[in-house]
């Protein structure tokens, strides 16, 4: 059995991805920041249906707190599923953004996916066998007004991802990321009405959670063992 190590996992796509990934058979643990008692609740629902889970809170941007959280999941055995979905926003037009929501984006989307994968990389090699899975956002494919931060954070994981997948391909290990559109979650629902999405989405709908894990699941799988460095939109034709 896999271990699959699920940052952000408390949230609406962390708690799909989640769910998919024990269904696949893996050992999931589940990450929170603040919110530990949704991914309890989430752990516990998967273990009632015979799956296997566990949570735990860290906050990613601080460095130290992340090493010393992976060097105790390390002692069992290596994290070979690695799902980067931690993430925030903190909006407003570039002449208003305060260098504080400037930094605090950067260091939960950028900074947080360097403290958590760097640790889990060379166990991956050493078993040579891996899979590097980031979510993103159609915000660092398109840009998205009022959020440079983000938009930047996500653009550079992109950037990350490809090199990344260069340098551990011949190991067995993929890379790659997964930028979402507007996804049915509480995160969306108050950003954008049925109007709203009806113009801006071709299919006229919001995608769901579960449509997000079943792409990370797929790519986590040893059939898409080929597929590495590449950055697939999962939006419902937004920006074809």
Known sequence: MSRAFVSGGSGGIGRAICQRLAADGHDVIIHAHRNLAAAEEIAAAIRADGGAARALACDLADAAAANAMVETLLEDEPIQILVNNAGIHDDAVFPGMSFEQW??????????????????????????????????????????????????????LHAATKSLAQELAARGITVNAVAPGIIDTAMSENTF???????????????????????????????????????????GGMYC
């Open 103 to 156: 930094r605090r984006v950067i260091d939960v989307n950028l900074n947080g996916f360097f403290n958590l994968t760097k640790p889990l990389t060379l166990p991956m090699i050493r078993s040579r066998w891996g899979r590097i899975i980031s979510i993103t956002s159609v915000a660092a494919l398109a840009g998205n007004r009022g959020q440079v931060n983000y938009s930047a954070a996500k653009g550079a």
């Open 193 to 235: 009405d049925a109007e709203s999405i009806a113009r801006m989405v071709p299919m006229k709908r919001a995608g769901r959670p579960e449509e997000v894990a079943h792409l990370v699941g797929f790519l986590a799988s040893e059939e898409a063992a080929y597929i590495t460095g590449q950055v697939i939109s999962i939006n």
